[in-house]
């Protein structure tokens, strides 16, 4: 039988509950055999001036998923030259793991709402499936938008990977602004991320 599995990348600036809850909420109902989570050295999407060091952000993804053997962490994004595209990475993936695996890509809801900003928006739909979990105010997604930029048959793709996951309102925003205003960052990801911020006293300027 086919390998089933999910690349989820992200800037995990930092990983935080409602990535992990998401991810494990995917990996159930897809039933799959691997989840790859990917941090990316300088999403195009967002402003560096807030971007932890890619260092910090590995590190912290490992810490969250050492005790969940699904979960794999990939450096490939942090390490590689050039613009991180995910139409690269996904055909990166495709080649390393070969034409049988079925390949998923992990995003939520608000990212699915940007989508035809993305790079080759229409060469990614075509080599993997796009998964989309839900985040709290992203419920209403409008399909007029992504046809836009997209065919009949990709928005099909893309509403057939719509995934209904629990609703965490959970956001890195919201965690780097509590850290710097010296509010509770309890809770809101693992421990060993939490002590990690706090034993390198991350997001005290940012
Ligand atoms: P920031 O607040 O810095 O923009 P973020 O919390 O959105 O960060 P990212 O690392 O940028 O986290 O997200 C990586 C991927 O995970 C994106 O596709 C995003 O949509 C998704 N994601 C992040 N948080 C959640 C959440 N609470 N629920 C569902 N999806 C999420």
């Excluded at 909420?25 to 990917?38: F, G, K, N, T, Y």
């Excluded at 509770?184 to 300027?205: F, G, W």
């Amino acid at each position: 039988m086919s390998q089933r599995i999910a690349l989820f990348g992200g800037s995990f600036n930092p990983i935080h509950s409602g990535h992990l809850i998401v991810a494990r909420s995917v990996a159930e109902q897809l039933h799959l055999d691997r989840m790859i989570l990917l941090p990316s050295a300088s999403p195009p999407h967002k402003t560096a001036q807030t971007l932890l060091d890619p260092r910090h952000r590995a590190e912290m993804v490992k810490l969250a998923i050492a005790d969940e053997p699904i979960f794999e962490f990939s450096d490939y994004d942090l390490t590689r030259e050039g613009p991180c595209y995910t139409v690269d990475t996904v055909a990166h993936f495709r080649e390393e793991l070969g034409l049988d695996v079925i390949l998923h890509w992990l995003i939520g809801a608000d990212s699915l709402a940007e989508l035809t900003s993305w790079y080759r928006v229409r060469a990614l739909v075509d080599s993997c499936r796009i998964i989309t979990a839900a985040r709290p105010g992203w419920d209403k997604i409008d399909f007029e938008v992504l046809r836009t930029r997209l065919s009949e048959d990709h928005i099909a793709s893309l509403r057939a990977g719509l995934i209904d996951t629990p609703r965490i309102d959970i956001s890195a925003t919201d965690i780097r602004r509590r850290n710097r205003a010296g509010r509770s960052i309890r809770y809101l990801m693992p421990e060993a991320v939490r002590d990690y911020i706090c034993k390198h006293a991350l997001y005290q300027d940012c």
